[in-house]
């Protein structure tokens, strides 16, 4: 079982950092004024701001940043400010130890998927899936947002989607892992990507080749990540691109095909991923409840 970081409470720090690609301080500038209206305490970053090539920051840099926030207990959470790529250059170079004596929220999604699973398999410490800095444009109230207070001051959270027609119906209980599908096939065969067991597993992914899709499900597959899940939930598969001689099939049946004959409850149309301000927020490594029916299909942690 995993270990709950402490809920949020009024006047609690929260780190805003960037561990993957650039970003300015007037973009994370809403971010601040949300945390601040929620009654927290922002402390922003020195890798906001900091440019080298795509990243923010070198990699030492990053990382550094990283094991500062880590290791402050004074920290009760880190907020990455967005993702793109570099999560995974920084794993190896942060010493997490802190986080197992010291849990706290690191939050993000995408990219960020990386750190989220690595701190799952590595320490045991429950994360949170959700909107980043580069998301937040104003105070206003949506399901993202929402669904992200909710974790952080209350501790669970709820997901309903509609119908599809390719769910395959059932209900599942397990520890709900996953997110970006890039991200997962480029942590195969390490630690950051352990024993998939009786998980629940939900996938999402953006601005990818079709064929690209069936090659990473399908990795998965014969890495043994899919056969004995007790549940697979795809989220939104966003901006998918085709060749001249087309595919075929779309994301959902792309993944449909692969995972078929698995004898496992699939919900398609879960609203998580690179969807905006309809991306919900989940606990990643807690214990959540899946109930897939004719009606749609509901998440509870």
């Avoid at 923010?56 to 959470?77: C, N, P, V, W, Y």
């Avoid at 998980?199 to 080749?209: A, G, T, V």
Wanted: with cysteine.
């Amino acid at each position: 079982m995993s270990t709950t970081p402490k809920l949020l409470q009024e006047n609690d720090k929260v780190a805003i950092v960037s561990s993957a690609r650039k970003i300015t301080l007037p973009q994370v500038l809403p971010t601040i004024q949300l945390l601040a209206s929620w009654g927290l305490n922002p402390v922003v970053g020195q890798t906001i701001g900091k440019n080298f090539n795509q990243f923010a920051g070198t990699d030492k840099e990053r990382a550094e940043e990283f094991q500062k926030m880590l290791d402050d207990d004074s920290i009760k959470a880190i907020f990455c400010a967005r993702g793109g790529y570099g999560s995974a250059r920084i794993l190896d170079l942060v010493d997490f130890s802190s986080l197992k004596k010291n849990p706290k929220w690191i939050i993000g999604y995408s990219d960020v998927t990386a750190i989220l699973s690595h701190i799952y398999y590595r320490c045991g410490i429950e994360g949170v899936h959700g909107i980043m800095a580069i998301n937040i444009q104003d105070r206003q109230h949506n399901v993202a947002v929402d669904s992200l207070k909710q974790i952080l001051f209350e501790g669970k959270n709820t997901i309903n989607a509609d119908y599809h027609f390719l769910n395959t119906l059932g209900c599942a209980e397990g520890e709900l892992i996953g997110g970006n599908l890039s991200v997962l096939y480029s942590l195969l065969g390490s630690e950051s990507f352990g024993d998939t067991k009786d998980k629940i597993l939900i996938i999402e992914d953006l601005d990818e080749y079709l064929y690209h899709i069936d090659r990473m499900v399908l990795a998965l597959r014969r890495a043994n990540k899919l056969g004995n899940l007790k549940a697979l939930l795809v989220g939104a598969f966003t901006d998918m691109h085709d060749n001249e001689t087309p595919f075929g099939l779309s994301a959902e049946q792309i993944i449909k095909n692969v995972c078929e004959d698995l004898k496992i409850p699939v919900a398609f149309n879960v609203p998580v991923g690179h969807i905006g301000t309809q991306n919900n927020a989940f606990i990643y490594g807690r214990n959540t409840k899946v109930e897939i029916t004719d009606k749609g299909t509901k998440i509870e942690q």
